[in-house]
Nanobody, 123 residues
Framework: QVQLVESGGGSVQAGGSLRLSCAAYGYTGSDYCMGWFRQEPGKEREGVAYIGHDDSRMYSDSVKGRFTISKDSAKNILYLQMNSLKPEDTAMYYC?????????????????WGQGTQVTVSS
């Protein structure tokens, strides 16, 4: 059973930066896809960034150029560096994981989710 524990959320002013971390437990090997989703109250979950088994990275248009996803495979930690934050980035951010080479975009295709960490950006 894979467990994901996020940290690093908080409150920041527009233009500021935050770095989210996701510690992953309970798996071996390197054939997996991880990513970050976010959700505002009353809205659907939105995929933000993904990183595949081969370190390929994908971003949503809304964060491209501002957010960077990375991982430390030795420590099993996933990161999301968020720069130039905007009020519209305010949301609960979730770390996700799935085994295999396929790195999907739909939240329904990810088997494992963290508990979430809140990011609030004020104008």
């Amino acid at each position: 059973q894979v467990q994901l524990v996020e940290s690093g959320g908080g409150s920041v002013q527009a233009g500021g930066s935050l770095r989210l971390s996701c510690a992953a437990y309970g798996y071996t090997g390197s054939d997996y896809c991880m990513g970050w989703f976010r959700q505002e109250p009353g809205k659907e979950r939105e995929g933000v960034a993904y990183i595949g088994h081969d370190d390929s990275r994908m971003y949503s248009d809304s964060v491209k150029g501002r957010f960077t996803i990375s991982k430390d495979s030795a420590k099993n930690i996933l990161y999301l560096q968020m720069n130039s934050l905007k009020p519209e980035d305010t949301a609960m951010y979730y770390c996700v994981f799935r085994f295999g080479w396929w790195c999907p975009r739909s939240p329904a295709d990810f088997n494992y989710w963290g508990q979430g960490t809140q990011v609030t950006v004020s104008s």
